[in-house]
């Protein structure tokens, strides 16, 4: 039983810090803008499949620089055509525009790729287990780990040291103010949904190889991001990272015990964490605090 | 200033999330029809969710029918009109639309759902309503068993028959200790307890485990599957959760020491699977290659250049038993009217060219079940029919031998009067 658990806590930490890079992008978003980003799942599907689209011309790992880039690029001019006219008015309606548009961008999804799962073939090596004892860990998951580690210490490092990271921290604290001082807001705004729109279209890379492809793949995993989000404080990244860890190695050892439970006992995390502190695990201290 | 900011973002936020589940109450996708007074045939099914693959096929396969029995005059003289809806893999959503369809559309029949705690659901509104209901691809058992009604019938097979027919192929060929990967809904969780009735008729053991029906990772079941060192790992999830279950089973090496199976397989997800992935031992409802069936070749010939040129799945075929059965049905009781239609359903031998199967098949009159024939065999590598050969049929077993008697189903169909 120990072997078991302790199994599953690994993979669990795994599992994990895929949340926390589907979530750090949201996260992004919501902090800067205010806008909760419901197509944020989509992003990840386009992300995805584009990759599909782009491995049979330059393989697996060109697809996996190339295709998080295009979807900043596709995410950055949905901001300045749609996203930043709801900045102004009532919340209401960024929620009802992203809800929309997270529809559109699936639909599209399912009329050019079709319905049926699809396959993200990744190179064949990456397939195999490390060693037969941790046969649940393979090469390719190590990879995504490390594909994490590096994206959220370069987020990191981008917001702490560089100058935009820097305006973005402020504008999350108070817009207004970083404004009056002259920083060109809007542009501020559409990088950071970019780079938030980046990280969704690594995310489904890493997970289309994973999982395959189909276009509701966001659906099912953009829960466990809001999640993420809520559990670590709104306005934290490190909360976020926190709270994408904890869901997943949650989820994992719930299925040692009360498998039918693997995905309520997230919710019930969210739930616990709302009732005894409201804010979030590391909502008023976090990075951006 | 900053914790104002955080709470408003907090409530945003929260509020948000709150709002999550969404509705599609669109207007229905409408086939035109000539003719004043169509017959109007509702069909409702998740063409979004993580079932749409399978809905998408089970909606081609209901317009190419359509579009065929309107050239040839359609039911009873009249042109049919098919009214499409989306459940979008929610009871709820799949229950108002049934409303919609029958309210305010004045649908003459219903058909659907892929899910099956959809089409059960829907099924309380058809009974209320005393509308004609086909459900053409829902397996949970009630359906047809405890909780049939008069009105329904069901042309998919039950958990319990896809689970007879393909036990005993596996416990002999592998053994009696068995793990399983179930989804935790009504298909589910009746699918895996037909497979324990019978795994303990052999004398069997078995553990599992019951997960979301979209669960995504399978790593940490699999770790407890590998542990308890079974002969056959029988994976009872659906569309891209089977798939990604097969998958993760064979890039963790279990494929050298268990066998992989399970009750249901579909062409759809099986056209995904990655060639490495291609194992296992599965139950198809039905097969677009059946040689010595004339009437399938046919079929295949005539639906394929209207579905992409690929061959056409078991879903495919069922809306087209749906709705042929319905036709025939009306045709047989000069009448739209569901009582009179059920009567005329019950019992009703299907003839060749809409049974498509090798075996005689008719709707039972003890509970509406389709005795369909079903075909049990292995998932094997492209073979020379092309990209969709990808089964080898090992044995078909008849419909009535896998299901028992009526009664054993707990049916008492109770007419109105």
């Given at each position: 039983?120990?072997?078991?658990?302790?199994?599953?806590?690994?993979?669990?930490?795994?599992?994990?810090?895929?949340?926390?890079?589907?979530?750090?992008?949201?996260?992004?978003?919501?902090?800067?803008?205010?806008?909760?980003?419901?197509?944020?799942?989509?992003?990840?599907?386009?992300?995805?499949?584009?990759?599909?689209?782009?491995?049979?011309?330059?393989?697996?790992?060109?697809?996996?620089?190339?295709?998080?880039?295009?979807?900043?690029?596709?995410?950055?001019?949905?901001?300045?055509?749609?996203?930043?006219?709801?900045?102004?008015?009532?919340?209401?309606?960024?929620?009802?525009?992203?809800?929309?548009?997270?529809?559109?961008?699936?639909?599209?999804?399912?009329?050019?790729?079709?319905?049926?799962?699809?396959?993200?073939?990744?190179?064949?090596?990456?397939?195999?287990?490390?060693?037969?004892?941790?046969?649940?860990?393979?090469?390719?998951?190590?990879?995504?780990?490390?594909?994490?580690?590096?994206?959220?210490?370069?987020?990191?490092?981008?917001?702490?040291?560089?100058?935009?990271?820097?305006?973005?921290?402020?504008?999350?604290?108070?817009?207004?103010?970083?404004?009056?001082?002259?920083?060109?807001?809007?542009?501020?705004?559409?990088?950071?949904?970019?780079?938030?729109?980046?990280?969704?279209?690594?995310?489904?890379?890493?997970?289309?190889?994973?999982?395959?492809?189909?276009?509701?793949?966001?659906?099912?995993?953009?829960?466990?991001?809001?999640?993420?989000?809520?559990?670590?404080?709104?306005?934290?990244?490190?909360?976020?990272?926190?709270?994408?860890?904890?869901?997943?190695?949650?989820?994992?050892?719930?299925?040692?015990?009360?498998?039918?439970?693997?995905?309520?006992?997230?919710?019930?995390?969210?739930?616990?964490?709302?009732?005894?502190?409201?804010?979030?695990?590391?909502?008023?201290?976090?990075?951006?605090? | 200033?900053?914790?104002?900011?955080?709470?408003?973002?907090?409530?945003?936020?929260?509020?948000?999330?709150?709002?999550?589940?969404?509705?599609?109450?669109?207007?229905?996708?409408?086939?035109?029809?000539?003719?004043?007074?169509?017959?109007?045939?509702?069909?409702?099914?998740?063409?979004?969710?993580?079932?749409?693959?399978?809905?998408?096929?089970?909606?081609?396969?209901?317009?190419?029918?359509?579009?065929?029995?309107?050239?040839?005059?359609?039911?009873?003289?009249?042109?049919?009109?098919?009214?499409?809806?989306?459940?979008?893999?929610?009871?709820?959503?799949?229950?108002?639309?049934?409303?919609?369809?029958?309210?305010?559309?004045?649908?003459?029949?219903?058909?659907?759902?892929?899910?099956?705690?959809?089409?059960?659901?829907?099924?309380?509104?058809?009974?209320?309503?005393?509308?004609?209901?086909?459900?053409?691809?829902?397996?949970?058992?009630?359906?047809?068993?405890?909780?049939?009604?008069?009105?329904?019938?069901?042309?998919?097979?039950?958990?319990?028959?896809?689970?007879?027919?393909?036990t005993n192929?596996l416990v002999k060929k592998f053994g009696k200790k068995w793990?399983?990967?179930?989804?935790?809904?009504?298909?589910?969780?009746?699918?895996?307890?037909?497979f324990?009735?019978n795994l303990k008729k052999a004398g069997g053991t078995f553990?599992?485990?019951?997960?979301?029906?979209?669960?995504?990772?399978?790593?940490?079941?699999?770790?407890?599957?590998?542990?308890?060192?079974p002969n056959v790992?029988?994976?009872?999830?659906?569309?891209?959760?089977?798939?990604?279950?097969?998958?993760?089973?064979?890039?963790?090496?279990?494929?050298?020491?268990?066998?992989?199976?399970?009750?249901?397989?579909?062409?759809?997800?099986?056209?995904?699977?990655?060639?490495?992935?291609?194992?296992?031992?599965?139950?198809?409802?039905?097969?677009?290659?059946?040689?010595?069936?004339?009437?399938?070749?046919?079929?295949?010939?005539?639906?394929?250049?209207?579905?992409?040129?690929?061959?056409?799945?078991?879903?495919?075929?069922?809306?087209?038993?749906?709705?042929?059965?319905?036709?025939?049905?009306?045709?047989?009781?000069?009448?739209?009217?569901?009582?009179?239609?059920?009567?005329?359903?019950?019992?009703?031998?299907?003839?060749?060219?809409?049974?498509?199967?090798?075996?005689?098949?008719?709707?039972?009159?003890?509970?509406?079940?389709?005795?369909?024939?079903?075909?049990?065999?292995?998932?094997?590598?492209?073979?020379?029919?092309?990209?969709?050969?990808?089964?080898?049929?090992?044995?078909?077993?008849?419909?009535?031998?896998?299901?028992?008697?009526?009664?054993?189903?707990?049916?008492?169909?109770?007419?109105?009067?």
């Amino acid at each position: 039983m120990l072997q078991l658990v302790l199994f599953n806590l690994t993979n669990g930490l795994i599992v994990g810090t895929f949340y926390v890079l589907m979530a750090l992008g949201l996260s992004l978003i919501i902090n800067l803008s205010n806008v909760v980003n419901f197509a944020h799942g989509n992003f990840l599907a386009i992300g995805g499949y584009m990759a599909f689209v782009l491995t049979p011309y330059i393989g697996f790992w060109g697809a996996l620089l190339v295709s998080p880039f295009l979807t900043a690029i596709l995410g950055f001019i949905i901001e300045k055509v749609l996203i930043r006219h709801v900045y102004t008015r009532n919340h209401i309606y960024s929620l009802l525009l992203t809800f929309g548009l997270g529809f559109i961008l699936q639909d599209v999804c399912r009329y050019i790729w079709g319905p049926s799962p699809l396959p993200l073939n990744i190179p064949e090596s990456m397939s195999a287990a490390v060693t037969p004892d941790l046969f649940f860990i393979t090469w390719y998951r190590v990879f995504m780990v490390v594909v994490v580690i590096v994206a959220v210490a370069g987020l990191f490092a981008l917001l702490r040291y560089t100058r935009v990271g820097m305006r973005i921290r402020a504008g999350t604290l108070d817009l207004e103010t970083v404004s009056a001082l002259g920083v060109n807001v809007p542009a501020l705004r559409s990088l950071n949904f970019a780079v938030g729109s980046f990280l969704a279209g690594l995310a489904g890379v890493l997970a289309a190889g994973q999982l395959g492809l189909n276009p509701n793949m966001g659906d099912d995993l953009i829960m466990p991001s809001f999640i993420a989000i809520i559990v670590g404080g709104v306005g934290s990244l490190t909360g976020t990272l926190l709270g994408g860890l904890l869901i997943g190695v949650a989820a994992a050892l719930t299925t040692v015990f009360y498998p039918s439970a693997s995905e309520a006992v997230i919710y019930v995390i969210m739930a616990l964490v709302l009732l005894i502190r409201p804010r979030g695990l590391l909502g008023e201290e976090g990075m951006l605090s | 200033m900053t914790s104002k900011l955080t709470l408003t973002k907090r409530r945003t936020f929260l509020t948000a999330t709150a709002a999550i589940a969404g509705a599609q109450f669109t207007g229905p996708f409408i086939i035109k029809a000539r003719g004043e007074t169509p017959v109007k045939i509702g069909f409702i099914d998740p063409i979004t969710g993580s079932l749409s693959a399978l809905a998408v096929s089970e909606v081609e396969g209901a317009k190419w029918t359509v579009a065929e029995m309107n050239k040839k005059g359609g039911i009873l003289g009249r042109q049919v009109e098919l009214l499409v809806e989306d459940s979008a893999n929610d009871t709820g959503t799949g229950v108002q639309k049934a409303h919609k369809l029958i309210e305010r559309d004045k649908v003459d029949m219903i058909m659907g759902d892929v899910n099956s705690g959809i089409a059960y659901a829907i099924m309380g509104v058809t009974a209320e309503k005393k509308v004609f209901h086909i459900v053409p691809g829902g397996h949970t058992d009630p359906i047809t068993g405890k909780d049939c009604k008069w009105n329904v019938f069901r042309t998919c097979n039950t958990t319990a028959m896809d689970a007879a027919a393909v036990t005993n192929e596996l416990v002999k060929k592998f053994g009696k200790k068995w793990f399983f990967i179930t989804p935790d809904y009504a298909y589910g969780k009746t699918l895996q307890e037909n497979f324990v009735k019978n795994l303990k008729k052999a004398g069997g053991t078995f553990e599992g485990d019951m997960l979301p029906i979209s669960n995504a990772d399978f790593s940490a079941t699999l770790i407890k599957a590998k542990a308890y060192k079974p002969n056959v790992l029988l994976n009872n999830m659906g569309g891209s959760a089977q798939l990604n279950c097969m998958k993760q089973f064979v890039q963790f090496g279990m494929a050298k020491e268990m066998a992989l199976g399970g009750a249901l397989y579909e062409l759809e997800t099986l056209r995904s699977v990655p060639k490495e992935a291609l194992t296992g031992w599965w139950v198809f409802e039905w097969w677009w290659n059946q040689p010595n069936v004339p009437a399938v070749k046919t079929f295949v010939d005539s639906i394929s250049p209207a579905i992409g040129n690929k061959k056409p799945t078991a879903r495919h075929w069922m809306a087209y038993v749906s709705l042929m059965a319905a036709k025939l049905a009306a045709e047989k009781a000069k009448s739209l009217e569901a009582v009179k239609m059920a009567h005329a359903l019950s019992d009703m031998e299907l003839p060749p060219e809409v049974s498509l199967s090798p075996n005689k098949v008719k709707y039972r009159g003890g509970d509406h079940q389709l005795m369909s024939d079903i075909f049990v065999g292995e998932v094997t590598q492209p073979g020379p029919g092309g990209p969709d050969d990808l089964f080898k049929v090992e044995s078909v077993v008849k419909g009535e031998d896998a299901a028992g008697p009526a009664e054993e189903t707990g049916c008492k169909i109770s007419w109105p009067a």
